[in-house]
């Protein structure tokens, strides 16, 4: 199956020039715990990372850091991975578990974001194919 069937297709994003606190309020905007970070979130949705929540307890309630004077490009890893979007549901646990990463950025030929999968999308899709698994033994005992 390809991971592209069970991505988040409307990925919020952010540009990487953004604040810190402005991600902030896109995350509360659109319930979510991540943002793929892109060149210009206007014009060029290359992707250039992840920012979670996470990323901003540690960088700022730890330190205690004004949230309008640190800007995501000063705190992203640059190891960035992402999946094509034909790639295989398979192929993307793999890269996810060698990356040890939760989330993964689904990109086209282009390599323009279309979507966003996290270890949540995958394991809702596993908890399915072992319910309908279930189903077939559950019907072959009856």
Known sequence: MPVQKIATSK?????ENASLFEVSKKMKKYNVGAV???????????PVGIITDR?????LVATGVDPNDVYIKEILVDDLMTVKEGSSVQEAISSMKKKGV???PIVNEENKVVGIVSMDDLLML???ELCELVDIVRQQHL
């Open 11 to 15: 990925t919020v994003c952010i540009s």
């Open 36 to 46: 793929v970070v892109v060149k210009d979130a206007e014009a060029d949705l290359t």
């Open 55 to 59: 990323d901003i307890v540690v960088e």
């Open 102 to 104: 939760r989330r993964v």
């Open 126 to 128: 596993m908890v399915k």
